[in-house]
């Protein structure tokens, strides 16, 4: 609160030494580069066309959009579940460094007891809204938060408006009125949320124009996740076009869309949807589309689109193994709640008007943590090293996809045991090679992610030298940035293995 205090009363003394003096405030340029950033909640890789084309879903909107700007084959979230990832986003931190390991309303139960972590993003960082505040933006959070409630929502933490973003990560209902999802007045009996997002956003886009102002927007959205509604005309399309395809699309029994998997180095067997056939999702999926087709349609209708930079991410990869089994991410194995790829892979579009060429497919990895120096550079606003340790800009890549980029290792520590099965684990990837750490044991699982995207070939017997130097690599980084393990289980007593 120190730091939030003097930064305001600093800004009114500005205010006052220009009124003595009769300056005038400084103008703010016209050219600056606007920025949105659009999140999904719980949205997989293969959940949009762009990635999966002539798929179950339709997303002709983020199709468009990726057309027209540059896809990131091999991004990746920082966490396979959501409050991690978000924090990751606006700090430029690993949430390992953060603390922020877990989403921040919930624990399961395992063999030990899973490792602390930080249940609001702390004050003290000065993440990107604060960057571009700073700079003479007008930035706004519209959607869901779940890093904090109060002294610790967006209006805390550099962004000027605030409207659904607070301490909850779901509605209890998407349909108004909306039961937990707070900051945001109800609408109209009946009204979807997700588009209702979309046209608050639309509203702050076009009083940022009328105010000469450039913005920064962070529109994240509470779709898809959970609980899985959607308007009846969108559900009666994928009903039918699922009955035309002849999927099976009754719920509540296995059907071909499902299968019951004993993954060869898990103990646990897990239900798995192997098939998109779900017509609830799916027309979640064309809602939160359309919506984003809305505010791209008001930044045509501003002439904004050829000075408005956009990313659309998503803060996890789909819910496959639990919550009605939503959607499927193969070939990728697990989802949400997994530091297998199908939970950490996310589909990314960057578009920078007259920099990034469109149509095009990079290949090279990056994380989440690399969107705070990689926008800044984008806005020609000056790095922040001390603040975004973890992150790489990628602007080298959005300037030519195939340029040599040396991101370094991408890092994953997630020490819970999460709601859809996932065992606690870290990882590691560098180059084609993934190495998973279990938390449990100590087990190694190596695989080689271009000839093995379902991860069922462990290499780790066979390529016992990159198993030592992926696993020194990441036990350097755990004590690097002061990773927590697991504990000592309060009921049985087990100790966990002493990893690092």
């Not at 609408?187 to 979807?192: A, H, I, K, Q, T």
């Not at 780790?460 to 980084?477: A, K």
Request: proline letters at 7%.
């Amino acid at each position: 609160m120190t730091r939030m205090k003097s930064r305001f009363f600093s800004a009114r003394f500005a205010l006052v030494l220009f009124s003595l003096t009769g300056a005038a405030l400084p103008a703010v340029s016209q050219d600056k580069l606007n920025v949105l950033f659009i999140l999904a909640d719980d949205l997989g890789y293969q959940d949009v066309g762009f990635n999966q084309p002539g798929g179950f879903y339709e997303t002709p909107h983020l199709d468009s959009l990726a057309a027209s700007g540059m896809v990131f084959t091999d991004f990746y979230a920082a966490s396979p579940v959501c409050s991690p990832t978000r924090a990751s986003i606006l700090t430029g931190k690993s949430p390992a460094r953060l603390g922020t390991t877990n989403f921040f309303t919930g624990q399961r139960a395992g063999k030990f007891d899973a490792a602390d972590f930080e249940t609001e993003l702390a004050l003290s960082e000065v993440t990107v809204a604060e960057a571009f505040q700073e700079a003479g933006y007008r930035t706004g959070h519209i959607g869901k938060w779940h890093l904090g409630g109060n002294g610790a929502l967006p209006t805390d933490q550099g962004f000027q408006v605030n409207r659904g973003g607070g301490e909850n990560g779901m509605p209890h209902s998407h349909f108004s009125p909306y039961k937990n999802v707070t900051n945001l007045p109800a609408g109209p009996d009946g009204e979807y949320l997700t588009t209702r997002l979309a046209e608050e956003s639309a509203t702050f886009i076009e009083e940022s124009a009328k105010a000469n102002q450039p913005f920064f927007l962070n529109l994240c959205f509470y779709a898809v996740h959970t609980p899985l509604q959607a308007p009846q005309e969108l559900v009666d399309k994928y009903e039918k076009k699922a009955a035309t395809l002849g999927l099976n699309v009754e719920e509540g029994r296995f059907d071909p869309g499902r299968e019951r998997q004993v993954w060869p180095d898990t103990q646990e067997p897990r239900t798995v949807r192997i098939r998109q056939d779900h017509a609830i999702y799916a027309a979640m999926v064309e809602g939160m589309d359309a919506a984003v087709g809305r505010v791209l349609a008001k930044l045509d209708e501003l002439n904004l689109r050829d000075t408005t930079a956009i990313v659309f991410t998503s803060d996890n990869g789909g819910v496959s193994t639990s919550e009605g089994l939503p959607t499927s991410n193969l070939p990728y194995r697990g989802g949400k709640g997994w530091i297998y790829e199908g939970g950490i892979r996310v589909p990314t579009v960057v578009r920078w008007p007259g920099v990034a060429s469109a149509g095009t497919r990079c290949t090279a990895p990056a994380v989440s943590t690399d969107f705070y120096p990689t926008l800044l550079e984008m806005a020609g606003l000056p790095a922040r090293p001390d603040q975004h340790v973890d992150g790489v800009s990628f602007v080298t890549l959005l300037r030519n996809p195939f340029a040599k980029f040396d991101r370094g290792p991408l890092f994953f520590h997630y020490p819970h045991y999460s709601n859809q099965g996932g065992f606690p684990a870290s990882a590691v990837r560098q180059g084609n090679h993934i190495l998973i750490q279990d938390l449990e044991d100590g087990a190694f699982e190596l695989y080689d992610l271009p000839t093995d995207a379902q991860q069922h070939n462990n290499l780790e017997q066979l390529e016992s030298g990159l198993v030592e130097e992926f696993s020194g690599l990441l036990n350097d980084w755990r004590k690097e940035v002061g990773a927590k393990p697991l504990k000592k289980s309060s009921t049985s007593g087990a100790e966990p293995p002493v990893l690092w």
